[in-house]
């Protein structure tokens, strides 16, 4: 029903920048919650970002707040992930995400429902 695309991913030195985006296909995309999540070598998926429908609304993972910026633009069907002042620690698989119903503003994986195939972000020191 819906398919997301995660692109923007590399390598880059500590305190350097990448902007991530994930297109999305589909249904209605306008009006889902859309999430960010990573996942390091040997860890479990966590939470990174999460935006509302209207983007009005964002909820950051602590280590990430001042540092990062989600945002969207529906007309576009994009979801972005703006990083800022990296850290090796921010190494990972980064997948944008999305629920398959009217979910509001969650940091639960397990709400969502509809994965991209991810991007790997590499931050070296």
């Known amino acids: 029903q819906v398919q997301l695309v995660e692109s923007g991913g590399g390598l880059v030195q500590a305190g350097g920048s990448l902007r991530l985006s994930c297109a999305a296909s589909g249904r209605t995309f306008s009006r889902y919650t859309m999430g960010w999540f990573r996942q390091a070598p040997g860890k479990e998926r966590e939470f990174v970002a999460a935006i509302s429908w209207s983007g009005g609304s964002t909820y950051y993972e602590a280590s990430v707040k001042g540092r990062f910026t989600i945002s969207r633009d529906n007309a576009k069907n994009t979801v972005y992930l703006q990083m800022n002042s990296l850290k090796p620690e921010d190494t990972a698989v980064y997948y944008c995400?999305?629920?398959?119903?009217?979910?509001?503003?969650?940091?639960?994986?397990?709400?969502?429902?509809?994965w991209g195939q991810g991007t790997q972000v590499t931050v070296s020191s």
């Open positions: 995400a999305a629920p398959d119903g009217l979910v509001g503003l969650t940091t639960t994986r397990q709400l969502y429902d509809y």
